[in-house]
């Protein structure tokens, strides 16, 4: 093995299914409640796994909710998802997109069904992840980022091992589209059956891979099956991955942000105080309404 490996950490299994308002059946994967620091600089991976949803009159979803101090990125794999906000804010997105919300200072906001993926009904999965911010950057502006298809760069794997989605940061030479705060990579992974790959990152980078579908080796020692969270030490600069089946990874990595991290609900600050804050500007309407 190759000195600059970064060493597997922990597997885990993903925990019971709940309901994030009443359309999307999640199972929080990832969170900074679990494992502090280590996860930095995300604080929240949420599966929704594939689920049959009947065709319907009335949009389900997530109604009027509000979000500061980080990031909430989407990645819709099926289904489609439409999303109101404070500020005007208005867009769908469907399978293979993403939406990059920056909520910064503050965001109230509803995550719905589309009005047509609610009236034919069909499959939906989903990923939602929660990207912190630095504290200088907590209450930016908000701002949003639809990543279509066309924009986010596939690349195929040697060997005809797969194909991987650049959505943020640079994989080998490729840039994704996301602009972020601080250095992330997103990448959606597709090993075919007995594929295998290197995935490199900084040396000091936080790496996690989350397994939608499928089996893999890693590092040739660990076996990881769907919904399994696999989290890597910090020191090293590459993972290698042997896909058994054929297998769907989201591979989140990212530059750790060494600041405290309080949150309350969906905010998230440095300090007590700031949650005081925060709360106090949802009451009082200052992230204002749909
Ligand atoms: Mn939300």
């Known amino acids: 093995m190759s000195k600059n490996i970064k060493s597997l950490a ?12 009443d359309g999307l059946p999640v ?25 049959l949803v009947e065709p319907s009159l009335t949009p389900r979803g997530v109604d009027e909710h509000p979000h500061r101090g980080f990031e909430t990125v989407t990645v819709v794999y099926q289904g489609e998802l439409e999303h109101r906000a404070s500020g005007g804010n208005h867009g769908r997105i469907g399978s293979g997109e993403v939406q990059w919300m920056t909520a910064g200072s503050g965001v109230v906001h509803e995550e ?15 990923v939602q992840l929660w990207v912190n911010l630095p504290a200088k950057d907590k209450m930016s502006s908000p701002g949003y980022q639809t990543l279509t298809k066309s924009q986010i ?20 030479q490729t840039q994704g ?4 705060f601080t250095p992330v990579n997103l990448w959606d992974l597709r090993l075919n059956a007995g594929g295998s790959t290197t ?3 900084p040396a000091g980078s936080m790496m996690a891979l989350f397994v939608l579908k499928g089996e893999a080796w890693v590092n040739e020692t660990a076996h990881v099956l769907t919904k ?10 590459e993972v ?6 054929e297998s769907v990874v989201l591979v989140l990595s990212g530059q750790p942000i060494q600041e405290p991290v309080t949150a309350y609900g969906p905010f998230v600050m440095n300090t007590q105080q700031e949650i005081v804050q925060a709360l106090s500007d949802y009451r009082s309407g200052k992230m204002g309404h749909i």
């Open 10 to 21: 922990s597997v885990h299994k993903s925990p019971p299914v709940h309901w994030v308002g």
């Open 27 to 51: 199972s929080t994967a990832l969170s900074h409640h679990q494992f502090g620091e280590a996860v930095s600089p995300f604080l929240l991976l949420d599966y929704a796994e594939p689920y």
């Open 112 to 126: 719905k069904y589309s009005e047509a993926f609610t009236q034919k009904g069909g499959w939906l999965e989903m």
């Open 153 to 172: 760069p596939e690349i195929s794997l040697d060997d005809g091992a797969g194909l991987v989605r650049v959505i943020a940061g640079q994989f080998e």
């Open 177 to 180: 589209p996301a602009k972020t």
């Open 199 to 201: 995935l490199r990152v």
């Open 228 to 237: 399994d969270l696999a989290l890597f030490e910090s020191e090293g600069e």
């Open 240 to 245: 290698s991955l042997s896909a058994v089946k």
